[in-house]
């Protein structure tokens, strides 16, 4: 059966962006691709070293074989000097030394801290996660309330967490609360926003056959609404993580808790001219946790549908 | 069209009106001086004050935010473009380019100030362009892509080229994924302009300003501040909407009739 | 295979058109591979109207986009006119129309009309011209300045059939274009179909899921089975060329009916079959 004689015309025919299989886009395929990506950073980044940064004097022993090598770039890039752009090999090895004289690896040190702005970015994740969604079914059983508050949950995100997270943190006497707090904040919109476009994502038809029922809005809700809405809040929930590692982030560098990667990232500023590679390997850091928090996401979402859905690309 | 319009916005400029009111009432009869939250017509007065100061911030983080969400856009439209025309290049980037829109690009705020000095535009233009350039290019491709298989088979039918496809098909097909994408980039440009400026910028700068005023509780012009820095974002996203208007007006009214 | 010898009434010594000869086609789908078409012998004259019917699974769909070069035989050979299917479609030898319209919303319906004509190069005054005249022959004139999604799904399909025609194909291939509409305006439809095949005397491939409407529109019906696809008969329809609503309630069109009917029946299987999904399809041939 061929569904070109099988499927429902669409009235003008526009494509269905949720549905359709996922073109091969295999594990095998992902990684080969990231690796692509890193290897041509890798390039990219050593090459303008390569080309303008400064001199190159490698004198070291690697797995007994002895290398010594010198070599003048031609050209001047001030981005491409050793302060501002590091060898990659530099950035690795401060991974591995100690962050402060006979303490432990800074690895070490930064997982630690990465751990706990997690675990504040998750908090907020959770929070900010059902309050979307909360406001989600509320303003799908309420158009007024939508057309009334919905600009204002567009226009929250315009303000600066700049100038929430210090509010918050005054207002808030914990520290980790008021984290969570901005966390929360960025990640309500991405999920109202993704609830609201799930929980209408249903098909006409099968609300239509609910009300055949005389089903309650809470069983159309229950039954209907949400299982449609989970692949777009899923879709929701990837933009929502990076957002919540973000508020976590600013929010500790505002409340000035110093076990996360906020902190770290001040401390190891202050300190950018006699060891820039510890920055980098800060921020390293965070962009490592971005991603786990993504994959996590993905994971649970595979784990959640069961290829009983397609996942939704995107936000949009 | 203007009739329904303005009754779609009027309960939320009700909304705006009936709050700020009441705020400024309450706080008026109850005679107390909100301290983190000040009442508007304090807020207002501040604004009025502090203007030029304000002013020169908000050109100043503005055209960090414009400048660097021309380069992004212009960037990711032009990545996703060539991404698409070839599938494998398509497979291979775009789950590279979603996963990258995880990564909290702000922390890289101190790296591009240390390249480029506090006074300069640069750091945080370089933050917003990378900050915007992920959607728009992810949008890119999915609205190059997302195209019905028949309409791919009627214009193969024609033994259309594949730039005739590209511009008769895949490319209107595209504008309402790519203006979708420039609402949320605009956002992200005056979020990204201002948090970026927390890790240094001039002092006049909104973010530096706004650090400053609430590092010493000075809220009412810290709030000036914010309202102007919220006032450039939902412009920028008005001026996105009315783009879009202007160069898909079909768009509108084929989602009201859904 | 039984087929009756008599040609139809507009075939004539008409060159053949559509020549497919041994005519096989395996899918390779994620799973295990369809045998969709085995062994197809068909020949189309110019001028004829020729409809596949058949179950689903039957390959009908399929044949038809071999045909359109949408697809390539796996056994056996297609020429049209006397060229192989990638060459027609190069020379632009035939126009198609689907089950949904695919008009683009964002061209004016005259606009989407005027499709082909823009890729195959026509200057501007011809495109509108030709636009026009068939606007007309559609009879959708006054929604030329519309939108595809302010037009009912008939209309839409007018438009579709329309946007066809404009380039003047020497053959048209139409796969089940009126399925989706209720059976009055298909009969409408059905009646300004042959309107427009008796004018443009366009050589027609039409596959349906409908007795009535093959038997009304053809000149000969073709009944595949399933499992494989095959084709297990050809009925030739010896109706009057100028079809109309008395057509409809003649015993001549009842008896080939039934007839059409009885050779579904005989050659029908049970078994499901699994086919391809549009997106694989079109992943499959690359287009996408």
Redesign the interface.
Known sequence: MTTASGSLPRASGRPIAATGPRPGRSRRQRVAGLAVVLVGLLVLWEGAKWLGGDPWRIHATIAGVQIDYEHFPPLKWRIADDLSLPHVWDIIRAFVDPAQRGGPPLGVVLSGQAAFTLAEAFAGFVIGGLLGLGLGIFFVHSRLAERALVPYVVASQTVPILAIAPLVVVAIKADWLSVMAVAAYLTFFPVTIASLRGLRAVDPRALELFRSYAASRRQILWQLRLPTSVPYLFAGFRVAAAASIIGAIIGEQTAGVASGLGSAIINYNQYYISAPERLWATIVMCTVLGLFFFGAINIAEAIVTRGRYRPVEGLL | MSRSAARDWAPAIIVFVVVLIAWEVSLLTLGVQSFLIPRPSVIAGSLVTEWPTLIKGVLFTGAEAVGGLIVGVALGTVCGLATSRWASARELLLPVAIGASAIPIIAFAPITLNWFGPESLLPRMTIVAVMVFFPVMVNTIRGLTNVEPAALELLSSYAASESQTLVKLRGPNALPYWFTALRIATTLSVIGAVVGEFFGGPLYSLGIYITLETGHSRYPTAWAAIVLACAMGIGLYLVAVALERLVIPWQAAREMAR | MTSDQTPGPAAGDAAPVVEATGVGKVFATSGASVNALEGVDLTIRGGEFVSLIGP??CGK??LLRLI???TAPTTGTILINGKPPARA??D?D???V?????????RTIAKNIE??L???GFPADERTRRSTDLLRLVELDAFAER????LS?GM?QRAAIARALSFDPKLLLM??PF??LDEMTRERMNAELMSIWRRTGTTIVF?T?SIPEAVFLSTRVVVMSARPGRIAQVIVIDLPAERSVETRESERYFELVTRVREALRQHESTDE???????????GEG??
């Open positions: 689903s699974g769909s399929t359109g070069d949408l479609r190069q632009r035939y126009g198609m689907f089950q949904a319209p695919v008009l683009m919303d964002w499709l082909p823009e890729i195959m939108h595809p999604w302010e799904g839409q796969d089940e399925g989706a596959v899921h079959v699994i086919g391809t999904s549009d997106a694989e399809r079109v992943r287009l996408a």
